[in-house]
């Protein structure tokens, strides 16, 4: 891996093929970066006088992937501490606060193309923490904090069960959750609390809330709750989501969908295919280290394979991901004013046999293969 | 049959007659033809594996075989054509690490040695998802007790061809001995218990030569004692009467199945399958390799790119998987160093490498050729890669002489594609077992 | 390609749209039907329209492209009501951080992909009432719902059905640590014994009282409370013992709340208190052997001729699978009360219209009358036969078993 170097005024990267993800696909086109930002997209290959050059006209350039929801750089060892299991209800913790950006499993990532990363708790308490959208670098924070606190974290998992605190069972897992959002509802403001402030935002101001739910029935219940305080929420995982897409696609529910090869059957493998033709908002996501950011693309392959749109599958790797979690303006996809974050690749993103050659963040070369 | 008709019942057989008839003659003899038929399948491009591939080639089956493969092949008369001309056919695919046909819980005994225990009885013909596996182009997987067991017992490579009796599947039995160290239970591993692996594996080998000599021994004696015997009742039943001694009998040489398979390890009969992912597990196995003389196949060797040479210099063949540690359940400790360019690295230094799915139950064999596909995407050549998952594995377990390439007297276990089989676009059409039709896209529905 | 599905579908639609003018009616036509509401209809006809009873009776006029089921000469009744069935819910049905827990709704734990719901259906049972479980003293609100729909909403057709109440000894297991271990988890706690629960449920129902006389009003735990003593929400008591029984009618006066008594295994000694007060008794399995210990090692006397014994006295029983998977089913359940002493007719109201009036659905299921819910189960012969088999299930007017 090559060591960040400082990030050149200008430079332009030619491309034999530029994926915008939102301006179709530009054939020998050229990208000038400046301060780290995309100043222009252009359809000659031509470059301007006294610019860096990058040639890459026999290969790719797509935006930087942005993996949803993963738990990367969150430990200390392979598993992760992300749950604090102690107390069932703890909007106030920040996972950004356990986020080591020098982690070895934050540099080795580098070489996957994934460039934005969305931080979460795990699936072990039912209302986990506040989410964390960062980069996989950044000379400051600035440069690598997209967000601080981008959300809620909830789960309707069997995760969250425990039995030696509340709650014990699933109906007891929703009277809790009830309860948590009814009291911050009525909160009066007298009394200063910042784990009520938290979840007020959440049912009065729209502040995200990101909702573990795997199977239908735990879908189901995700989507009462929604409806019933009004929440802003995303379904993370979703797995069983294709046999109730249609009241998903009604209530306009994205979805940050678990790692395909999670799966082997290919009745599962085709799920997140009948919840994308039904016009959800599809996400893919690592949920890291249970599959490596790497195989983030692969997710989307798989996916392609098993009948997903190819347009779709990308998007669900940029600029749905983007949107979902606020970055938009920022990240997602190669246009004017973005961060320069792109991935050349060897061929077509969504090939298996694609290799990722180079990685820039901010401008920066991050990463660059080296020959076997 | 109508001319039995004709014969039993001299009556008049009117037109209508006559046409049914016909017809069932014609029915009859087509069946009959169509069951020993031989098949030819012009396809756009023959990827041989073995030789360069032939574009616009044919290859002619007959009894199950590939009798001819090439440009210019000429055809019998009676032949069944196969018109693949725009796509591509190439042998069936073979995952070497696979679980398919055995239930998750039937993989492991004990952390223990028992070599005798085989594979085969596990295996349960009637799991559904070998279909989907097929429907992937995989044509033969080896299946192997788990990680569990120290020296786990018997493998065995098996064919997808829907037979419900076992031992129609079984391409070959006792393929390997499946043989597993420094595998972690959850998040720890104790050093400990590591050296505990070792020194049982060699005690156990070492009690097998002992075995193995004291056997040959009491085969000598045994073989003493009968010419001994047929001498004595000879002199017995002769005319002179020389007192002479019966020869006694030797002691009964009891047999242990387990030290049986031993033995044919330490012979060389058997490849020992080793599933080591450290370096220093590696290393250790190759030097027990050294010290006892078995035929070595590294498996899964996940840090084997940090010392190829090693591995090369002493041409071990090696089966790597899984290629991406998404295949796996919660990446255990062994896991650690995982490297996507493992295959790649082995294979440019010279090393045989076969690519394993190594998936977390028996459907994930459908993966195959994405396990290919992201090894090429990862430094391994992409013929390289197709060969990794057919004609290396059946090299290295032993079943190279019936399949894994596209070449004459070899089985017609083939595989008819859309399109290049790394591309995510190509669509398997047709899979072949022996020449029969055991998969076909057209009456999927 | 696309072009052409979107003609095709659009041709599909033309006869669509205009079927959309009559919409499907569905006849039966069958040799006896059981209303249970009335005398059997013999040579009788149901007619289903949207998932309802739209007629039912002889002569009825079927019209011209109904889908007519003939059952010749079998028998029909309604859907079976289990008013304590196997609960098709998902891991624990016991929250138990603690013993008074109102506002648990087991509805929230619905599973419509639980595999007890096909025995279900199986056994003829169309509508069921679950409950949370029994671990806890005061355990919170049971549903009742129908074996149907893909998500927990629509399973339920009555949500708040009853208040879950236990005064038998399960609330008293596990919580107490094992000897010379220290108190170290929220199991250690009150209840270990009887004079535990009660006063727990006295102190519950005393400070319920207090809440509903001040002006407070967001406690919601309490308000669930203050609910039941209003009589709003029915009290469903589990009780095994007699003595148990009898402090139940009393707390049910003293409090003022409306009884539901549950299981009531030892109901056949305190029969005649029972059908004074007028309380309905909820049945749970009695083929335990008598001196058997059953599900609790609570002692208690089971005896056979337990529903016959209330049902002569005058009490209200419904019989149920007492929310185990594993019972016998409700046909044969009520076969088995007749063999003990319950008369044929009350045994198979027990299991269809008295459960539905127990659980507050009567206007919608339990009879075959006009106007209820198309629940209808087909049988080869008499449903206290135990030879006799269900041939075809019907819920909400669409058959969802047909017997193989």
Redesign the interface.
């Known amino acids: 891996m090559v060591r960040a170097a400082d990030a050149p005024q200008h430079l332009a990267i030619r491309a034999g093929r530029i994926w915008t993800v939102t301006d179709g696909v530009i054939k020998d086109g050229v990208i000038i970066i400046k301060n780290g930002k995309i100043q222009a997209v252009r359809k000659k290959p031509d470059v301007p006088e006294g610019m860096k050059l990058l040639d890459f006209s026999d290969r790719d350039v797509m935006p930087g992937l942005i993996d949803a929801h993963c738990h990367i750089g969150l430990s200390l060892?392979?598993?992760s501490e992300i749950d604090e299991t102690v107390l069932a209800v703890t909007p106030d913790m920040q996972i950004i606060d356990a986020f080591n950006p020098l982690a070895d499993d934050v540099k080795k990532a580098l070489s996957s193309g994934v460039t934005t990363v969305l931080l979460a708790p795990g699936n072990k308490n039912p209302v986990a923490g506040q989410t964390a959208v960062v980069k996989l670098y950044g000379k400051t924070t600035k440069d690598r904090v997209l967000k601080r606190s981008g959300g809620v974290k909830f789960s309707l998992r069997?995760d969250a069960?425990m039995s030696?605190?509340?709650?014990?069972?699933?109906?007891?897992l929703?009277?809790l959750i009830?309860?948590e959002l009814?009291n911050a509802k009525?909160h009066k403001d007298d009394k200063p609390d910042l784990r009520i402030e938290v979840l007020k935002s959440v049912v009065d101001a729209n502040f995200p809330a990101y909702i573990s739910a795997y199977?239908?029935?735990e879908i189901?219940?995700a989507?009462?709750v929604i409806d019933e305080y009004g929440l802003n929420a995303v379904l993370i995982g979703a797995e069983e989501g294709d046999?109730?897409a249609q009241?998903i696609a009604k209530q306009n529910i994205p979805v940050i969908y678990s790692?395909v090869?999670?799966f082997?059957?290919?009745k599962d493998l085709k799920r997140v295919v009948k919840m994308a033709d039904s016009g959800i908002k599809i996400a893919f996501s690592s949920k890291s280290?249970?599959?490596?950011l790497?195989?983030l693309r692969?997710?989307a392959?798989?996916a392609?394979?098993y009948g997903l749109d190819k347009e779709v599958a990308l998007k669900g790797l940029t600029i749905n991901a983007a949107q979902i979690l606020g970055v938009a303006k920022r990240v997602g996809s190669i246009q004017r004013g973005k961060d320069a974050d792109l991935v050349i690749i060897?061929g077509d993103p969504?090939?298996?046999?694609?290799?990722v050659e180079m990685v820039i963040i901010n401008g920066n070369i991050v990463y660059q293969r080296q020959?076997? | 049959m109508g001319f039995y008709l004709f014969m039993e019942n001299p009556v008049v057989i009117g037109h209508k007659n006559i046409i049914l008839i016909s017809i069932l003659i014609l029915l009859f003899t087509f069946t009959i033809s169509f069951a020993s038929q031989d098949i030819a399948i012009k396809a756009g491009s023959i990827i041989t594996i073995s030789d360069n591939p032939i574009e616009n080639g044919i290859i002619l089956i007959k009894n199950g075989k590939i009798e001819a493969v090439g440009e210019n092949v000429v055809l019998p008369a009676d032949v069944r054509l196969i018109d693949a001309n725009d796509k591509f056919v190439m042998p069936g695919l073979i995952d070497a690490q696979s679980r398919l046909f055995v239930m998750d819980r039937e993989l492991n005994e004990g952390r223990t040695i028992e070599p005798e225990l085989n594979i085969v009885d596990a295996i349960d013909p009637f799991i559904k998802?070998y279909r989907?596996v097929l429907?992937q182009g995989v044509t033969a997987v080896c299946v192997a007790p788990g990680s569990r067991g120290l020296i786990g017992g018997r493998s065995a490579v098996l064919k997808l061809n829907g037979s419900k009796n076992v031992n129609k599947m079984v391409l070959k039995a006792d393929a390997t001995v499946k043989a597993a160290v420094g595998v972690s239970t959850g998040?720890t591993s104790s050093s400990l218990a590591r050296l505990e692996h070792y020194s049982s594996i060699r005690e156990a080998l070492i009690a097998a030569k002992l075995y193995m000599q004291r056997k040959e021994k009491a085969d000598r004696e045994m073989a003493e004692y009968n010419r001994k015997k047929a001498e004595y009742e000879k002199k017995e039943s002769g005319k002179e009467t020389e007192k002479k001694e019966k020869p006694k009998r030797p002691a009964k040489f009891r047999t242990n199945p387990g030290s049986d398979v031993l033995v044919r390890i330490l012979r060389k009969e058997i490849p020992l399958q080793v599933e080591a992912h450290r370096v220093t597990d590696i290393i250790n196995v190759l030097r027990l390799a050294d010290e006892f003389g078995f035929t070595l196949i590294l498996d899964k060797c996940t840090e084997g790119y940090l010392i190829a040479d090693e591995i090369a210099r002493r041409k071990v063949p090696v089966i790597v998987g899984p290629v991406?540690?998404?295949?796996v359940d919660?990446?255990?400790?062994e896991y650690?160093n995982?490297n996507?360019?493992n295959a790649?690295?082995l294979s440019?230094k010279g090393v045989k490498t076969a690519l394993g799915v190594s998936?977390?139950?028996?459907?994930?064999s459908?993966?195959i050729t994405?396990a290919a596909?992201?090894a090429?995407?990862?430094?391994l050549d992409?013929d390289a890669a197709l060969r990794a998952i057919t004609l290396t594995p059946a090299e290295i377990l032993g079943v190279a002489d019936r399949i894994g390439s596209l070449q004459v007297g070899k089985d017609a276990d083939l595989v008819i594609l859309n399109g290049p089989p790394?591309?995510?676009?190509s669509r398997v059409e047709m899979v072949m077992i022996e020449g029969k039709v055991v998969f076909d896209r057209k009456s999927q529905r | 390609m696309r072009t052409c599905v979107i003609l095709l579908s659009f041709l599909l639609l033309i006869p669509a749209l205009a079927q959309d003018e009559q919409s499907e009616v569905t006849a039966i036509k069958a040799g006896k039907i059981l209303t249970i509401s009335g005398s059997p209809i013999t040579d009788g006809i149901i007619l289903i329209k949207d998932g309802k009873i739209a007629d039912i009776g002889t002569g009825i006029e079927i019209p011209e492209n109904a889908s007519v089921i003939n059952a010749g000469q079998k028998i029909v009744m309604p859907g079976l009501v289990d008013a304590s069935a196997a609960p098709p819910?998902?891991?624990?049905?016991?929250?138990?951080?603690?013993e008074i827990?109102p506002?648990?709704?087991?509805?929230?734990?619905?599973?419509?992909?639980s595999k007890v719901l096909k025995r279900i259906v199986q056994t003829g049972t169309t509508t069921l009432y679950v409950s949370?479980?029994l671990r806890n003293v005061i355990a919170?609100l049971g549903a009742v719902v129908k074996p149907t729909g893909?998500?927990?909403?629509e399973m339920v057709i009555k949500e708040d059905a009853a208040l879950t109440i236990v005064m038998s000894m399960d609330p008293t297991y596990g919580n107490q640590t094992p000897r010379s271990q220290p108190p170290r988890?929220?199991y250690f706690r009150r209840p270990t014994t009887r004079m535990a629960i009660i006063w727990m449920l006295r102190k519950s129902f005393f400070d319920a009282q207090k809440y509903a006389a001040s002006k407070e009003k967001?406690d919601?735990e309490m308000q669930i409370l203050a609910s039941a003593l209003d009589d709003k929400i029915p009290v469903r008591l589990n009780v095994r013992r007699a003595i148990n029984i009898r402090t139940a009618l009393k707390l049910a006066d003293e409090y003022d709340f409306q009884l539901i008594l549950d299981e009531c295994t030892e109901g056949y000694k305190v029969a005649e208190e029972i059908a004074e007060k007028q309380v309905p008794v909820v049945l749970g399995p009695f083929y335990y052997y008598p001196g058997s210990l059953g599900q609790s090692r609570e002692g208690r006397e089971v005896n056979w001729n337990n529903a016959g014994i209330l049902t002569k006295a005058g009490a209200k029983v419904a019989l149920t699978s007492g929310a185990q998977a594993q019972s016998i089913d409700l046909l044969t359940a009520a076969a088995f009360a007749v063999r003990h002493g319950m008369p044929r007719d009350k045994a198979l109201k027990a299991i269809t219209a008295t459960p539905a009036e127990i659980l507050g659905v009567a206007d919608k299921v339990g009879t075959l009358e006009k106007g209820k819910d198309a629940d209808i189960l087909i049988l080869s012969g008499d449903p206290l036969e135990v030879t006799t088999r269900i041939e075809k299930v019907i819920l909400n007017g669409k058959i969802v078993y047909k017997a193989e």
């Open positions: 060892d392979i598993y069997d069960l030696d605190r509340r709650p014990t069972s699933r109906a007891g929703l009277a009830r309860e009814n009525t199977t239908v029935d189901a219940s989507l009462t046999e109730i009241l790692p090869l999670l082997s059957r290919d280290p249970r599959t490596p790497s195989s692969t997710s392959i798989t392609v394979k060897s969504l090939q298996p046999t694609s290799t020959k076997i | 998802e989907e429907a998040n991406s540690t998404s295949f919660i990446p255990r400790l650690r995982h996507m360019s790649a690295i440019k998936g977390r139950d028996g459907a994930s459908k993966f994405l596909a992201m090429a995407a990862n430094g992409k790394l591309d995510i676009r | 819910v998902r891991g624990d049905l016991n929250e138990e951080h603690k827990t506002t648990v709704r087991i509805s929230t734990a619905l599973d419509p992909q949370p479980g919170g893909k998500i927990p909403k988890n929220f967001d919601p």
